[in-house]
């Protein structure tokens, strides 16, 4: 029979020897091993990093490559396609890294917004009532999340927008916004001498939705009454800029694009490469975005809604009130990392022209200047700078929708 | 005592089940639902027999040159003149065995994974997979088996793509089981440098990374040395994988029951004999779903390496959509054809790995 | 066996006639005829797929059903939102996994009713909620999320739930069977005072000691029908049908 004491003699015995087994043969000691294993890392990467500085530095050398960051003073030469701020070719290269960035920010803005509302919209049409949109989420989703982007940026770009008509055969919506071959154009509005009125008005209505949702909260929780909060804030969004432009007689006028010679002129031009481009990237992310959209709501267990419904509340508000937070618990981490990929996936601007910053610097700048470590670094950074903004927005909303769990 | 008698069942009344149920529970549940189903419908009735129409009753199929595409339909003939392109590039049409013994192996390889008895199934499809990147490159190449040399300039088309992503991910997948192992090391250096890693490479845009291959890595190397292009790419490709696998692994090991490694220390094995004996095959069940997932990204990221000048499938199509021969305008057949290759193999890979994570969902249960 | 001075109003709050329901061609409910009287308790039991569970849920129409009538409280259930919602309100119910929402506290998992539905100030609502809670003993937990409870208290809040919206019937489908055997005992106690407090109960469970203390009635199902029923004391001691007798033989020696 063992006794506590016995047992505790033996734990005692196999300790000593278990250590004196380590004192004897030091490499088994996990310590050192541990030790033995880093120092040999960092003398593999030093060895490594050595050799790889002093290579480029030589092959530089050979080839008369420049190093340093002097180039991004110097005139670029040549001219971009597309550019939110005022460019010419005689501008410099740090003012072509500024023009790509914005395009890039511009392309994912787009593709982020579109990828989203076509992420939700399928992602919730699989649990429609209706079995033929059912089917379509999943052809949808199996479709465009299994055939590689950069095929489907070409086929918007070469097969459906290059086979758009002249611009003189342009599509038109009500004549003032027109597609063809060139691109799509849409009318703009300039604003007058009063103008200011109005966009202070509609920033006053934006700022009045806010006052209207705390408002709306408290009476509710003072008097138990609802206030429709939604179309209220819509009314007020629309109605309201109206009133001011019609009180103020318009002070705008519209800048129809209209055919000059072999093109359109005037209004807001999209050019084909930015549609092709934020078309691919909707469409292929939001199949991936669809099927978080699914993920999260099928991770509710049936039994949040019947236990919703038997309290008697309406089918729209166990949406809102209980399914939605939780299903944005599960969506949102895997939106986060959607949306990263999509401003990574945009750099594919390069295979069809997009002036993008990964186009305009690692394309073109490195071409021409050479400087390829300088140029590629510069331009990675950039998308990690952007993807960890997205990470820290993501990561506030991800705590703000949970904050109501833990 | 009475005796129960169970009453007969009735079936249920006729608007309850069948077909007409179904269509009112499903397509008619309501009045928008039925507006919704009529015009979905009628869409479909509309341009289904345009699509056939175009694809097959009007369509193209024999001839060898433009000229033979004189219906209105698709001219399916342009895919058929380029069909050797798309699949091998242009390597030398009487060495094209290689190519094909060559997938017959990787095909022999896949299936022996999944079907070969249990008790020798790890080891020898470890070794299986492991060999099959050699024995390629030296039957593609030809020098190493005494074949004539076949310049890697010519290798492309499709055939291309599936072997610059199996190359890539079968050496990808020992090196990023370490990095993963790295992670959550105790040791603090190898676990930065680790991170470090991984971040990096799933961090930047694969395009920069194929852009380093090909301008930067010939830097790194001495004076002189010349890799040929696509073995840079290649590395660039076993990085790239390894810093995405290396995550998918750190999740198979977090998934690993914590009682499974102190099993393995009480019956006293070592570290290494611990993770290669107990954690690697549980890790390698549980990370499949996951592992063909990211396949299937790589997979569909080697047509990036159009932006490099790499002739795999998709410059192969360009290529032969600005053939002064061709220059009718088949950019649709080209990409729907380009499309549904993809799509198979990709739509096929995900099937699988469904199946695979519902036979492990059962596996649980018993 | 203590009596409870059963409610003499006898007005029918629930009458169920011919009811049939089916999945697909799986006939589950079949002939139900069922009539409770107001403050009644009744305690339904019987071997698992029974159809206890779908009759129930066909009271606060969680369940569709094809055939037959059922009226709640004067409402007839039939295929308008409106009717639904008038009985939903009326009604409450406790389900076997609890469903608390996990996303809210115990005090928001009270107050969303009678906020929502009922319309009530939020104060008022937390006042209404911290009565119930203290009734089911917990409301040093009001501040917790439900992932912090145990079963049992968990449970209580659920049935806590329910009560504030004030309801005139509650179903109980199998409350106690996924608790530990210490955490039976305190949510059967709060039944068992509900109980005495007058409330029309529908209950779904096994507990043979609750059946004989509170119900008016004990209905036994079996492959979709109402096979016996009878007052508890009956029942157990003198059951009329053989399948009753073995069903009870099998529960009771267990
Ligand atoms: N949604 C459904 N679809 C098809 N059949 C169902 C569904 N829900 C329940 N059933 C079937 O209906 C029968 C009755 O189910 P029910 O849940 O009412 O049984 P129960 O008496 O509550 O059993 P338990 O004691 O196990 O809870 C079972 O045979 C079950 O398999
Ligand atoms: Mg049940």
């Known amino acids: 029979m063992f006794n506590e004491k016995t047992i505790e003699e033996v734990k005692s015995a196999n300790r000593k020897a278990s250590s004196d087994a380590t004192s004897t043969a030091f490499y088994n000691n996990p310590r050192i091993r541990g030790l033995f294993y880093q120092v040999a890392l960092v003398a593999g990467l030093l060895y490594f990093f050595v050799t790889v500085i002093g290579n480029t530095l030589d092959n530089m050398e050979a080839t008369g490559i420049k190093t340093g960051f002097a180039f991004l003073d110097a005139a670029a030469g040549y001219d971009v396609l597309m550019s939110l701020i005022s460019f010419e070719s005689t501008d410099t290269y740090a003012r072509i890294f500024v023009v790509g960035f914005l395009n890039t920010i511009l392309v994912s803005v787009i593709g982020i917004f579109f990828a989203t509302l076509f992420g939700f919209i399928f992602g919730v049409a699989y649990f429609s009532h209706n079995w033929l949109i059912r089917k379509l989420a999943v052809v949808y989703v199996e479709i465009f999340r299994n055939i590689p982007l950069l095929l489907q940026v070409f086929f918007w770009y070469f097969a459906v927008l290059s086979s758009l008509p002249s611009a003189r055969q342009s599509l038109s919506l009500g004549e003032a916004v027109f597609l063809n071959v060139r691109g799509l154009y849409f009318p703009k509005l300039v604003g007058g001498d009063l103008a200011w009125v109005v966009w202070t008005v509609l920033a006053l209505a934006i700022g009045g939705v806010f006052y209207l949702r705390r408002w709306a909260k408290k009476r509710q929780e003072i008097t138990g009454e609802q206030f429709p909060v939604l179309k209220a804030s819509l009314a007020l969004?629309?109605?309201?800029p109206l009133m001011a432009a019609a009180l103020t007689g318009f002070p705008f006028t519209v800048d129809y694009p209209a055919l000059k010679g072999?093109?359109?002129?005037?209004?807001?031009?999209?050019?084909?490469?930015?549609?092709?481009?934020?078309?691919?990237?909707?469409?292929?992310?939001?199949?991936?975005?669809?099927?978080?959209?699914?993920?999260?709501?099928?991770?509710?267990?049936?039994?949040?809604?019947e236990a919703a419904r038997s309290l008697g509340l309406r089918e729209n508000k166990i949406m809102s009130l209980i399914i939605v937070p939780q299903a944005m618990r599960v969506i949102v981490p895997l939106l986060n990392s959607e949306y990263q990929s999509l401003v990574k996936n945009s750099t594919l601007a390069a295979a069809i022209g997009y002036p993008d910053l990964f186009n305009v610097f690692v394309g073109t700048a490195l071409n021409q200047t050479g400087q390829a470590i300088e140029t590629i670094f510069m331009t990675i950074i950039v998308y990690f700078i952007v993807n960890m903004v997205i990470s820290f927005l993501m990561n506030r909303f991800n705590s703000a929708v949970s904050l109501v769990s833990r | 005592m009475k005796e129960f008698q169970p009453s007969s069942p009735r079936s249920a009344p006729v608007k309850s089940v069948g077909l007409i149920a179904w269509l009112r529970d499903n397509l008619f549940s309501s009045?928008?639902?039925?507006?919704?189903?009529?015009?979905?419908?009628?869409?479909?009735?509309?341009?289904?027999?345009?699509?056939?129409?175009?694809?097959?009753?009007?369509?193209?199929?024999?001839?060898?040159?433009?000229?033979?595409?004189?219906?209105?339909g698709a001219c399916w003939v342009f895919v058929n003149a380029w069909s050797y392109q798309f699949f091998y590039g242009t390597y030398p049409p009487e060495?094209?065995?290689?190519?094909?013994?060559?997938?017959?192996?990787?095909?022999?390889?896949?299936i022996g994974s999944f079907t070969l008895p249990k008790s020798i199934r790890l080891k020898t499809s470890i070794a299986a997979w492991l060999l099959l990147p050699v024995v390629g490159i030296a039957l593609l190449d030809g020098r190493l088996l005494g074949l004539e040399m076949v310049s890697t300039d010519l290798w492309g088309g499709f055939s291309l793509n599936v072997f610059m992503a199996t190359a890539s991910i079968v050496v990808a997948f020992p090196f990023s089981f370490l990095w993963a192992l790295g992670r959550r090391s105790d040791m603090p250096f190898i676990r930065s440098v680790s991170v470090t890693f991984i971040e990096f490479f799933r961090g930047v845009p694969v395009l920069s990374l194929f852009f380093m291959g090909s301008v930067m890595l010939p830097l790194f190397f001495a004076e002189g040395t010349n890799v040929d292009k696509l073995i840079r790419v290649w590395l660039v490709l076993i990085f790239f994988m390894?810093?995405?696998?290396?995550?998918?692994?750190?999740?198979?090991?977090?998934?690993?029951?914590?009682?499974?490694?102190?099993?393995?220390?009480?019956?006293?094995?070592?570290?290494?004999?611990?993770?290669?004996?107990?954690?690697?095959?549980?890790?390698?069940?549980?990370?499949m779903p996951n592992i063909l997932a990211t396949f299937v990204m790589l997979f569909k990221n080697t047509t990036f390496l159009l932006i490099i000048g790499i002739p795999e499938v998709v410059q192969t199509l360009q290529t032969a959509l600005s053939n002064s021969y061709w220059l009718g305008g088949h950019a649709l057949e080209g990409y729907l054809f380009v499309f549904l290759v993809f799509w198979g193999s990709c739509f096929g890979m995900s099937l699988l790995a469904s199946r695979i994570e519902r036979t492990m969902n059962t596996d649980k249960r018993d | 066996m203590t009596a409870i001075s059963s409610n003499s109003n006898t007005e029918d709050v629930i009458v169920i006639e011919n009811l049939n329901k089916w999945y697909g061609n799986f006939h589950v409910l079949r002939d139900i005829n069922l009539r409770v009287k107001k403050g009644e308790r009744i305690v339904i039991c019987g071997p698992s797929g029974s159809g206890k569970s779908t009759?129930?849920?066909?009271?606060?129409?969680?369940?569709?059903?094809?055939?037959?009538?059922?009226?709640?409280?004067?409402?007839?259930?039939?295929?308008?939102?409106?009717?639904?919602?008038?009985?939903?309100?009326?009604?409450?119910?406790?389900?076997?996994?609890?469903?608390?929402?996990?996303?809210?506290?115990?005090?928001?998992?009270l107050t969303l009713g009678p906020i929502w539905v009922q319309k009530k100030p939020k104060a008022e609502a937390e006042e209404i909620a911290m009565k119930y809670l203290e009734r089911v003993k917990i409301p040093d937990q009001a501040n917790k999320y439900p992932g912090q409870l145990s079963g049992g208290q968990q449970q209580r809040v659920a049935i806590a739930r329910s009560l504030c919206m004030n309801p005139n019937i509650m179903l109980f489908d199998e409350p106690t069977s996924a608790l530990d055997p210490e955490m039976i005992k305190e949510v059967l106690d709060v039944m068992i005072e509900l109980a005495q407090e007058g409330m029309t109960m529908l209950c779904v469970t096994h507990e043979m000691g609750f059946a004989k203390k509170v119900a008016d009635r004990v209905i036994f199902m079996d492959g979709g029908e109402i096979v016996e029923e009878n007052e508890p004391e009956a029942f157990f001691s003198n059951p009329q049908v053989d399948r009753t007798q073995q069903f009870l033989e099998q529960i009771l020696n267990h």
């Open chain 2, 95 to 110: 060495e094209v065995w290689r190519i094909n013994l060559t997938i017959v192996l990787l095909i022999l390889v896949i």
């Open chain 2, 31 to 72: 009045i928008p639902n039925a507006v919704v189903t009529i015009a979905f419908i009628s869409f479909l009735a509309y341009y289904i027999p345009l699509l056939i129409d175009w694809a097959f009753l009007s369509a193209n199929f024999k001839g060898e040159t433009e000229a033979a595409c004189v219906n209105d």
């Open chain 2, 242 to 287: 390894s810093g995405y696998m290396a995550e998918v692994f750190r999740g198979g090991v977090q998934a690993v029951p914590k009682g499974q490694y102190e099993a393995a220390d009480s019956i006293g094995l070592g570290y290494w004999q611990k993770i290669m004996l107990i954690i690697l095959p549980q890790v390698i069940k549980i990370s």
């Open chain 1, 237 to 240: 969004i629309i109605f309201a």
């Open chain 1, 262 to 305: 072999f093109n359109y002129f005037g209004g807001v031009t999209v050019i084909p490469e930015l549609m092709a481009l934020s078309i691919a990237l909707s469409v292929y992310t939001g199949a991936f975005i669809a099927e978080a959209v699914r993920a999260g709501i099928q991770s509710i267990p049936r039994g949040q809604t």
């Open chain 3, 55 to 109: 009759m129930i849920r066909c009271i606060n129409r969680l369940e569709e059903f094809q055939e037959g009538s059922l009226v709640v409280d004067g409402v007839e259930m039939i295929e308008d939102v409106k009717n639904i919602e008038t009985i939903r309100k009326d009604v409450g119910m406790v389900f076997q996994h609890f469903n608390l929402f996990p996303h809210l506290t115990i005090l928001e998992n």
